[in-house]
């Protein structure tokens, strides 16, 4: 239900005053929160967690041969292994800082990290600057690391995508002073994804900011008309892209050029196959061994599937659905307790990771074109992971506050 629907119910009039005197009253306890456990939802909490210990075995389990046979890694079989763990361990960390903030200071600092994260993709794009690996202008070196801007920019275009809903609340409505302005800015933040190029983010940040906006109230007529142009759009982009057309036409038939355009694809499906119910064993791919590119970061559920067969693509299918449907589920609480910009950022999380998920999972699958998405929580990537634990903690932030307002306060 958006916040318009809401709203001619009369779910938001009723108890405003009282609603705020209870959230006045919380926030001091809000700063510095010590919930126990079981004061955060158990269900969201374990698929996180499960999904990402399971993407660290899978991530070592892929990357091995890479690491063995790349000069750059030293030939350590657990090159890969080490920083995907050290990533963890600071995207926790990161996760657990994210917790601490009250959402109230998430949205005062919204326009700013937005702006920040606008900041970071146009530097990316400086040749000398950015750092560039396959004709993409991506990174940002920064020492040993490399961080790629687009990841933190889906979070910060979330965070503000919700709080730019919220204070135009009234006006939502109007397509001129509600639905253009977001429109204006998404687009160039698009052009700069394009830039790079990264087609994958590029579709996902626009999902999240359209997508807020419906759940804000704007109109069925406006959100179809979008996505009409927004279908023309990205058939334009793909026809006058030579890269991107070919990968169309390898995601069509794939077979008819196994050694070309269609190599990743008919790796990938071979994977799924050879995986069958049970797969071959954890560690028995034959696939990551140089057959299929990117086995670590972009084809990991292709992996997954080989050695962990059906049943293993299954309970990871199963693990991302159940967190989204929690991350709505929290988002529609927090909205029916009068906290907007938390329900609207609990709800854009959760089309954020349902939407990755769901490219990345149909590419390995050979139901969507070759993009270069990474699986959330789960593929290698210390940008990817770091975003993602900041996410999941903001989203169990969420929770936590709207537990805390349904007990009246008592922490």
Known sequence: ???????????FAASAERGDNIAARTV???????????????????????LLMLGVVMVYSASIATAEGSNYTGYQAGYF?????LYLVVGLMMGLAAFRVPMVQWQRMAPWLFLGGVVLLAVTLIPGVGHKVGGARRWLQLGPVNLQASELMKLFVAIYAADYTV??????????HGFMPMMGVILFVGCLLLFEPDFGAFVVVVTIAFGVLFLGGVGLRVFTLLGVAALVGFVLLIWISPYRRDRIFGFMDPWADPFGDGYQLTHALIAFGRGEWLGV???GSIEKLFYLPESHTDFLLAVIAEELGFVGVFTVVALFTLLVQRAFVIGREAIQLERYFSGLVAQAIGLWIGMQAFISMGVNMGLLPTKGLTLPLMSYGGSGLLANCLALGILLRVDWEVRVLKRGGNA
């Open 1 to 11: 239900m958006t916040l318009a629907a809401l709203l001619q119910k009369g779910l």
């Open 28 to 50: 001091g306890r809000l700063v510095k929160p010590r919930a126990p456990v079981r004061e955060l939802d158990p269900a969201l909490s374990w698929a996180a967690v499960i």
């Open 81 to 85: 292994l080490v920083r995907q763990m």
């Open 167 to 176: 204070r135009k609340l009234d006006v939502m409505a109007s397509f001129r």
């Open 281 to 283: 064993g954890l560690g």
